[in-house]
């Protein structure tokens, strides 16, 4: 099966085995059982071995996974094997902070670009990265081959960027405006969005005023 084919809750934890196994790896962990996976991730064992398995066998029944090749393979079919090019639209402080973080700590992409409206953000130099403005959004998309987009727009401006940056052949986008992004088949949107996760983790704070309310 494609990775493009595998639901998209299975997509989303390759990532995490993947962070679990770098640690691994740095602390000379050759072998890892699926049962410490699990351990590791908060994942069954048997969730991930039929994770695993979309794309392909990769352990020893009774032995487990080889921390490196299992790298390797998930390196592959996620896309990470080589580095992936990516832009930054948004260069408000959130924007900042994506930005650098990925620049320092995600040796897997390479930001290529930033764009912002903001007179004030033009021209600034971020380790070596330029700050465009959005009339340069195309061209940069064309240049650089970007299949992947990071949005920090305000959210009454997101449709209107998502509408270039999809025409522009940008196939992957990571939101963080609040709102509901309409993309034409093909093109894949992960929301993200701070304050509800937020928000949704304050009521966990509440559990027991809401206990002491029922009584």
């Given at each position: 099966m494609s990775r493009k084919k595998a639901?998209?809750?299975?997509v989303k934890r390759l990532p995490v085995y993947l962070r679990i196994l770098d640690n691994l790896i740095r602390r000379d962990?050759?072998?890892i059982s699926s049962r410490v996976l699990s351990d590791e991730t908060g994942f069954t064992a048997e969730q991930i071995r039929k994770d695993l398995?979309?794309?392909?066998?990769?352990?020893?029944?009774?032995?487990?996974?080889?921390?490196?090749?299992?790298?390797?393979?998930?390196?592959?079919?996620?896309?990470?094997?080589?580095?992936?090019?990516?832009?930054?639209?948004?260069?408000g402080h959130l924007g900042k902070a994506l930005t650098r973080y990925n620049m320092n700590k995600n040796p897997y992409v390479k930001i290529v670009g930033?764009?912002?409206?903001?007179?004030?953000?033009l021209?600034?130099?971020?380790?070596?990265?330029?700050?465009?403005s959005m009339d340069k959004l195309s061209e940069v998309i064309q240049k650089e081959d970007v299949k992947v987009a990071i949005?920090?727009?305000?959210?009454?401006?997101?449709?209107?960027?998502?509408?270039?940056?999809?025409?522009n052949g940008i196939t992957a986008i990571l939101n963080f405006a609040p709102?509901?992004?309409?993309?034409?088949?093909?093109v894949y949107v992960h929301n993200a969005d701070l304050t509800i996760e937020l928000q949704s983790l304050i009521y966990y704070s509440q559990e027991d005023e809401g206990r002491a309310l029922k009584e």
């Amino acid at each position: 099966m494609s990775r493009k084919k595998a639901p998209k809750s299975v997509v989303k934890r390759l990532p995490v085995y993947l962070r679990i196994l770098d640690n691994l790896i740095r602390r000379d962990v050759e072998i890892i059982s699926s049962r410490v996976l699990s351990d590791e991730t908060g994942f069954t064992a048997e969730q991930i071995r039929k994770d695993l398995a979309y794309f392909g066998a990769f352990g020893t029944r009774g032995t487990g996974y080889n921390t490196s090749y299992l790298r390797e393979k998930l390196l592959r079919i996620i896309g990470l094997d080589k580095q992936t090019k990516i832009i930054v639209i948004g260069f408000g402080h959130l924007g900042k902070a994506l930005t650098r973080y990925n620049m320092n700590k995600n040796p897997y992409v390479k930001i290529v670009g930033a764009f912002d409206n903001d007179p004030n953000e033009l021209h600034t130099d971020i380790e070596g990265l330029q700050v465009y403005s959005m009339d340069k959004l195309s061209e940069v998309i064309q240049k650089e081959d970007v299949k992947v987009a990071i949005l920090t727009v305000p959210a009454e401006v997101a449709q209107q960027v998502v509408d270039i940056l999809v025409e522009n052949g940008i196939t992957a986008i990571l939101n963080f405006a609040p709102t509901k992004l309409h993309t034409p088949e093909g093109v894949y949107v992960h929301n993200a969005d701070l304050t509800i996760e937020l928000q949704s983790l304050i009521y966990y704070s509440q559990e027991d005023e809401g206990r002491a309310l029922k009584e």
